[in-house]
């Protein structure tokens, strides 16, 4: 038998409310309120506090719209509420449970059930699978029914150790704690990042956050850069990039921005903006304003002639209908157009802008070949409590011992962290976990390769 827990807290925050202006009994069909500014006819009413003993979900009439201070219900209500109850508009009544063998794959409604709003967590147990995962998403019954979007992946078989659910609830258990209204799950998910990034910036790389042989992309005729990877440490600058290769070239060598500036003088660069055919007599830039009057322009492995630049409408024209000059093969919109420039092998790169970009737009000889990087990961946000995290043990525990101190701190701001058994073992842990990365690294002196910039290697 597992049990899935999902959390109610968060149905109340930022809803419309008011309060009883009037004590109401069990079995009452109608509210008096402070305000009936926002109720109408077909809404979902929350009478409570969430988590709180006899908090009820009622519905609002079909019919009989609120008038004056009194909203007409769509059934008797089963508890009584005093003066002053808050009464909240809220988007949802049940829960849907489903299931999928796969995290993307199609998913098999198993349960829908009321929301338990007088605890903090709607509880469904499920005896069926053991294996694959289960989702959930919030339901309007009122018809049409409407749907929150779904829950993130919920593995049948467990969390696994390394993951934030995992840690979460380990260091809630520990110190024999549960989410509510103090310790909230945005307030874990905070701290565990603060942890990771704490432990993530120590001096030194983590090992395990360097890639080597990861194939960024292919390379096309008169390419000159290529988007960093999106989970490259510190995109602006190339400390980071331990190497980058065309193919089975050697690695190129990095350089400032101006020397990259000084390569590209008096080359003129834009793209196609619309689509051109062969045998065309004109083309459209995306921008023309820098290329000669007249003279020729390469794409791709295609020289073409032209005798007018009307930077106006960006065209080029007077191309050959045929012969040398002319288009001879299609070209695609947003291919990359060049003038006064020599395609070749790269042998220089920087990074700026998110951009890898090189000191030659890359020839036809190295078409289609791989561009090899080697680099420094970032570290990445879990979006998912299913998430398992990268960081190598103990670093797990550490986070469980940092999480079990943030709980108590939040509860008791006079606790000292160097007097508490938990944040010792969280800098013991996290201590430990660096030195075993020094220990586990080889040291190799190789002579060293000469920058034409200051810009940190």
């Known amino acids: 038998m597992k049990t899935i827990y999902l959390e109610n ?4 925050q930022d809803k419309k409310f008011t309060y009883l202006d009037a004590a109401v009994s069990s079995s009452g069909t109608t509210l008096t309120v402070q305000s009936i500014i926002g109720f109408t006819v077909n809404e979902i009413l929350c009478i409570g506090e969430i988590g709180q003993e006899k908090t009820e979900i009622i ?19 089963v508890f009584d509420h005093p003066i002053d109850t808050k009464v909240y508009i ?24 009321d929301l338990q709003v007088d605890q903090s967590e709607t509880q469904y147990n499920d005896s069926t699978y053991t294996s694959g995962y289960y989702f959930f998403r919030f339901k309007n019954s009122i018809a049409p029914a409407t749907y929150s979007s779904y829950s993130d992946a919920l593995p049948c078989a467990g969390y696994a150790y390394n993951t934030p659910a995992s840690i979460k609830s380990a260091a809630l258990d520990s110190v024999n704690e549960k989410i509510g209204d103090t310790i909230t799950n945005n307030f874990l998910d905070e701290m565990l990042w603060k942890a990771r990034r704490e432990y993530h910036s120590s001096p030194g790389k983590r090992p395990f956050r360097r890639i080597y042989n990861y194939v960024l992309s292919q390379v096309t005729t008169g390419m000159y ?19 980058i290769r065309i193919g089975t070239e050697d690695n190129l060598v990095y350089y400032g921005k101006k020397d990259w500036d000084f390569d590209y ?13 062969a045998g065309d007599t004109s083309i459209t830039l995306s921008n023309s304003g ?35 000059g002319a288009i001879t093969d299609s070209i695609a919109a947003d291919t990359d157009v060049w003038q006064n420039a020599s395609l070749s092998l ?3 790169f920087t990074v700026f802008d998110g951009y890898i970009y090189f000191d030659y737009p890359i020839s036809s000889d190295y078409a289609d070949e791989n561009i090899w990087i080697d680099y420094y990961q970032t570290l990445t946000a879990a979006d998912s409590d299913a998430d398992n995290l990268d960081e190598p043990d103990p670093m797990s525990d550490a986070y469980i011992h940092y999480l079990a101190w943030c709980i108590k701190y939040k509860k008791d701001p006079e606790l000292q962290a160097l007097r508490d058994s938990d944040f ?30 200051d810009e940190p290697t």
Request: proline residues 4%; negative net charge.
């Open 424 to 453: 010792l073992e969280w800098q013991r842990l996290k201590t430990l976990s660096l030195q075993k990365e020094y220990l586990d690294t080889e040291v190799n002196f190789v002579p060293a390769t000469a920058w034409t910039s």
């Open 346 to 348: 790269p042998q220089y």
């Open 290 to 324: 820098d290329f000669e009057e007249g003279g020729s322009i390469t794409i791709g492995t295609q020289t073409i002639t032209y005798t007018t630049n009307t930077e106006s409408t960006t065209v080029l024209s007077g191309i050959p209908a045929s012969g040398d």
């Open 90 to 113: 809220l988007d949802y009544d049940q829960a849907e449970f489903s299931h999928s063998v796969t995290l993307t794959g199609a998913k098999t409604v198993i349960a829908t059930i």
């Open 265 to 277: 003088q008096n080359v003129a660069h834009t793209t196609v903006k619309t689509a051109a055919s």
């Open 59 to 77: 519905k609002t009439h079909s019919s009989t719209s609120p008038s004056g201070t009194t909203v007409t219900l769509a059934s008797a209500l």
């Open 225 to 243: 850069r290529i988007a960093a990877p999106s989970d490259l440490e510190d995109p602006e600058t190339g400390k980071n990039i331990y190497g």
């Open 9 to 12: 807290q968060e149905l109340t």
